[in-house]
């Protein structure tokens, strides 16, 4: 034996297993959806101009980016003020934002459904002060998927970002604002350009998070709010349809892989400093 | 830093939005309404005892225990040498390899779950606790990978060349040398590798049945049927241990290490 195979010996059980117990399987789903006689691409081309098909798809799409754009929003501010916070305190607030990030997404899904149900917390409190006859619907909707993925994935936007923060000098900011920025104008002109590869590593953890999530919509969306990921679930156990779970597996694989790539576009677009990795 | 009112209140308010809702879970596990109220009337701890005597729970949360214990020490023994072995030896397409063994991350769990259940259990028959143990694996790894990975590419090559100077053989100075000088990276990615499995669902959702059900799975099936404060009492005995494992981590590593 050559030194030189040493390497390939290590890395052997790791690779062998992968290939095994993730390509090949993998393979072995994917493949079929592509024969029918010959080589087609018509499930795929079905499942698109299928309305309903389509109408989970777009729900997915859509969900995933309204929840992204909260996480954003929310998240950046948010981050800056623990990063900018004292070092005592610094620690406790990175506590507060783990602590939901470590605990099981039933559990958090769960509390929602306790706030957001037809007799949750929401509903009771407007109903006793009376500013509701009977109770909303806001359990089941879109609306408690998005705020539940949003409550999934805000500690991990927030988390990327104070990363990114911590390292921007304070000094900057004091500069802006000497030189005549208002404070929320230096916010926007000096802190947000900064933080643009902190957003993009950011915001693909939280699309491609909740565009494959199946707690969440399965526990917050019901039977009528479907998302791909349970939509999955569906065809491979109720349906039984494990051609269609198979057309829907790979249909996720390609629109993370997608979004990936879309989003590290627009991180070399915004940010000169070249492709971000997540 | 000058006191910056708006801001502060805006970052009061999402940490209320972070924390409010597991504090309502805890309030509500305490309740004597046979179905989850809150306020709550009364007081009670009846639903910590209905937690412990019901045997899917306590069966499912050992199995948990069980195979995130397994999985994370398969995914140490393969992933510490591949990763040492990634970080210092001369390997064709080193970066390709990386990414493939990170490659569990991108590919979705419910995804991964179908898969290996269509294709290790249905086809090769394998049992079902093997096909999850597997699964478990494969979650582990990339986490292994990346944080053991990135401790070895801090470490000091030249300690490892001094003590081949002195005699050691290469697996005297891994062994010897190496190893002691990564515990820490070793104990982060076995955290956050136990946490990731201990908690996951999606790959386990395919890979369950008769008796084999890990917790979070048996949890969610319970509330698709029961909306009773039972439910609240084990959630809150979830986020007792996820405290009792910040608190180690923050007293052997640090949390930052592991965010």
């Given at each position: 034996m050559t030194q030189r195979r040493i390497p390939y010996l290590i890395l052997a059980p790791g690779l062998i297993l992968l290939i095994l117990f993730l390509v090949l399987p993998l393979i072995s789903i994917i493949?079929?959806?592509?024969?029918?006689?010959?080589?087609?691409f018509s499930n795929y081309t079905a499942f698109f101009l299928d309305e309903y098909n389509f109408g989970i798809f777009w729900r997915t799409i859509k969900v995933s980016l309204i929840a992204t754009l909260i996480c954003v929003v929310v998240g950046v501010p948010t981050a800056y003020y623990i990063s900018q916070s004292p070092k005592k305190w610094r620690g406790l607030l990175m506590s507060i934002t783990l602590f939901p990030l470590l605990t099981n997404s039933v559990v958090r899904s769960f509390a929602w459904i306790t706030i957001l149900g037809q007799d949750g917390i929401v509903n009771h409190a407007l109903l006793t002060i009376g500013l509701i006859s009977k109770p909303l619907t806001?359990?089941?909707t879109e609306f408690a998927i998005i705020i539940g993925s949003v409550y999934l994935f805000l500690p991990l936007m927030v988390i990327t970002l104070v990363g990114i923060l911590e390292n921007i000098d304070s000094e900057i900011m004091e500069a802006a604002e000497t030189l005549g920025a208002n404070r929320l104008i230096a916010f926007v002109k000096v802190i947000l350009p900064l933080s643009v590869p902190g957003i993009i590593v950011g915001s693909i953890l939280v699309f491609t998070g909740s565009m494959t999530a199946y707690t969440t919509p399965q526990l917050l969306g019901g039977n009528r709010n479907i998302m791909l990921a349970t939509f999955l679930y569906q065809n491979a156990t109720a349906l039984g349809n494990w051609q269609g779970a198979s057309v829907i597996a790979l249909i996720m694989i390609v629109a993370t892989l997608i979004v990936m790539k879309l989003f590290n576009l627009i991180a070399g677009r915004l940010d000169k400093r070249g492709e971000v990795s997540a | 830093m000058r006191k910056n009112v708006g801001l502060k209140i805006f970052a009061i308010l999402v940490f209320a939005f972070l924390l409010i809702p597991l504090l309502i879970i805890i309030v509500t596990s305490f309740g004597t309404n046979p179905t989850i109220q809150f306020p709550i009337k009364g007081f009670t701890f009846e639903w910590y005892s209905k937690v412990f005597t019901n045997e899917s729970f306590t069966d499912s949360f050992s199995l948990s225990l069980e195979v995130a214990f397994i999985a994370t020490l398969l995914a140490l023994v393969i992933g510490v040498p591949a990763a040492y072995s990634l970080a210092r030896h001369e390997v064709f397409g080193r970066n390709w390899i990386k990414s493939f063994f990170l490659s569990p991350t991108i590919v979705p769990g419910l995804v991964v779950g179908y898969a290996m259940y269509q294709f290790i259990v249905i086809k090769f028959q394998f049992p079902i606790i093997q096909g999850l143990l597997l699964g478990h694996f494969l979650i582990c790894l990339p986490y292994v990978i990346r944080v053991v990975g990135s401790t070895i590419e801090q470490l000091d090559f030249s300690i490892e060349e001094v003590s081949w100077t002195l005699g050691c053989t290469k697996l005297q100075s891994f062994s010897k040398v190496v190893l002691p000088n990564i515990t820490s990276g070793i104990f982060a990615s076995f955290m956050l590798a136990f946490i990731n499995s201990f908690n996951n669902i999606p790959v386990s959702q395919f890979l369950s049945g008769p008796g084999v059900t890990m917790l979070p799975t048996s949890l969610m099936n319970y509330i698709e049927y029961n909306y009773d404060p039972s439910v609240s009492a084990l959630s809150v005995i979830l986020m007792l241990g996820t405290i009792i494992l910040m608190f180690i981590i923050e007293k052997t590593l640090g949390l930052a290490s592991i965010s």
């Amino acid at each position: 034996m050559t030194q030189r195979r040493i390497p390939y010996l290590i890395l052997a059980p790791g690779l062998i297993l992968l290939i095994l117990f993730l390509v090949l399987p993998l393979i072995s789903i994917i493949f079929p959806t592509f024969f029918n006689g010959g080589i087609t691409f018509s499930n795929y081309t079905a499942f698109f101009l299928d309305e309903y098909n389509f109408g989970i798809f777009w729900r997915t799409i859509k969900v995933s980016l309204i929840a992204t754009l909260i996480c954003v929003v929310v998240g950046v501010p948010t981050a800056y003020y623990i990063s900018q916070s004292p070092k005592k305190w610094r620690g406790l607030l990175m506590s507060i934002t783990l602590f939901p990030l470590l605990t099981n997404s039933v559990v958090r899904s769960f509390a929602w459904i306790t706030i957001l149900g037809q007799d949750g917390i929401v509903n009771h409190a407007l109903l006793t002060i009376g500013l509701i006859s009977k109770p909303l619907t806001l359990l089941y909707t879109e609306f408690a998927i998005i705020i539940g993925s949003v409550y999934l994935f805000l500690p991990l936007m927030v988390i990327t970002l104070v990363g990114i923060l911590e390292n921007i000098d304070s000094e900057i900011m004091e500069a802006a604002e000497t030189l005549g920025a208002n404070r929320l104008i230096a916010f926007v002109k000096v802190i947000l350009p900064l933080s643009v590869p902190g957003i993009i590593v950011g915001s693909i953890l939280v699309f491609t998070g909740s565009m494959t999530a199946y707690t969440t919509p399965q526990l917050l969306g019901g039977n009528r709010n479907i998302m791909l990921a349970t939509f999955l679930y569906q065809n491979a156990t109720a349906l039984g349809n494990w051609q269609g779970a198979s057309v829907i597996a790979l249909i996720m694989i390609v629109a993370t892989l997608i979004v990936m790539k879309l989003f590290n576009l627009i991180a070399g677009r915004l940010d000169k400093r070249g492709e971000v990795s997540a | 830093m000058r006191k910056n009112v708006g801001l502060k209140i805006f970052a009061i308010l999402v940490f209320a939005f972070l924390l409010i809702p597991l504090l309502i879970i805890i309030v509500t596990s305490f309740g004597t309404n046979p179905t989850i109220q809150f306020p709550i009337k009364g007081f009670t701890f009846e639903w910590y005892s209905k937690v412990f005597t019901n045997e899917s729970f306590t069966d499912s949360f050992s199995l948990s225990l069980e195979v995130a214990f397994i999985a994370t020490l398969l995914a140490l023994v393969i992933g510490v040498p591949a990763a040492y072995s990634l970080a210092r030896h001369e390997v064709f397409g080193r970066n390709w390899i990386k990414s493939f063994f990170l490659s569990p991350t991108i590919v979705p769990g419910l995804v991964v779950g179908y898969a290996m259940y269509q294709f290790i259990v249905i086809k090769f028959q394998f049992p079902i606790i093997q096909g999850l143990l597997l699964g478990h694996f494969l979650i582990c790894l990339p986490y292994v990978i990346r944080v053991v990975g990135s401790t070895i590419e801090q470490l000091d090559f030249s300690i490892e060349e001094v003590s081949w100077t002195l005699g050691c053989t290469k697996l005297q100075s891994f062994s010897k040398v190496v190893l002691p000088n990564i515990t820490s990276g070793i104990f982060a990615s076995f955290m956050l590798a136990f946490i990731n499995s201990f908690n996951n669902i999606p790959v386990s959702q395919f890979l369950s049945g008769p008796g084999v059900t890990m917790l979070p799975t048996s949890l969610m099936n319970y509330i698709e049927y029961n909306y009773d404060p039972s439910v609240s009492a084990l959630s809150v005995i979830l986020m007792l241990g996820t405290i009792i494992l910040m608190f180690i981590i923050e007293k052997t590593l640090g949390l930052a290490s592991i965010s």
